[in-house]
């Protein structure tokens, strides 16, 4: 018996269903979602995922998806990552107009050809095909110059599998690889060991600062709660002074005859 707003997709793995999406975001209607993450599920199928028009935040990594046919709706949709499935074309993104950051990493892609698709979204900027950190690739990340494909194909990204390529940061990595070209190939004594980032992926990516909502919420909330406290002590002086008053009206106590 499978789990509530869960059912059988392809290949044995799960389909999204509309009770799945509200039960992990809460939301009652598909298209007030912003966010979803839907990692490690064994996705296979996804289903109605496309009737999520708003959506802008995507995490759909670590499924056994094989394609991305629903997500061509998607048009809000800025961030993407369909990491360690079986993907072997990303086609329906076409349509993702407002895509800037997609991560890839392990899939099934062998050609840059396949990236062709990608070409005409203005917004682009990320593109992660590769990660060694968490071990996954492409096929197509065997050749060499596979970045230099990626990049006279998508002329307009700025960072490819963490590295700048365009930007402030991107001479600091093509220093590295101009170094590590003029190495020789053979030499007496240990090999020494590959060349690696100094900093951690993304380190150079540049975010969208914070909103300081949160800050100028808990300023309001505390705002509030030092005027109701003025207004307490107000209302208390208040009733002070009419029982002071009521007191000294009443004039000296009256005399008991036992």
Known sequence: MEPPGEKPGEAGGLQITPQL???RTGEFSLESILLLKLRGLGLADLGCLGECLGLEWLDLSGNALTHLGPLASLRQLAVLNVSN???TGLEPLAA???LQSLNAAGNLLATPGQLQCLAGLPCLEYLRLRD?????SNPLCASPSYRAAVREL?????????ERVIGRGSEFYQLCRDLDSLRPSSSPGPRATEAQPWVEPGYWESWPSRSSSILEEACRQFQDTLQECWD???QASDSLAQA???????????SFVF
């Open 85 to 87: 499935n079986q993907l």
């Open 244 to 254: 002071e008053q009521a007191l000294s009206s009443a004039g000296p106590t009256s």
């Open 132 to 136: 060694p950190l968490a071990r996954l």
């Open 96 to 98: 993702c107009e407002n």
């Open 232 to 234: 307490l002590e107000r």
């Open 21 to 23: 999406l509200k039960l």
């Open 154 to 162: 998508l002329p307009g990204l700025k960072v490819i599998d963490g």
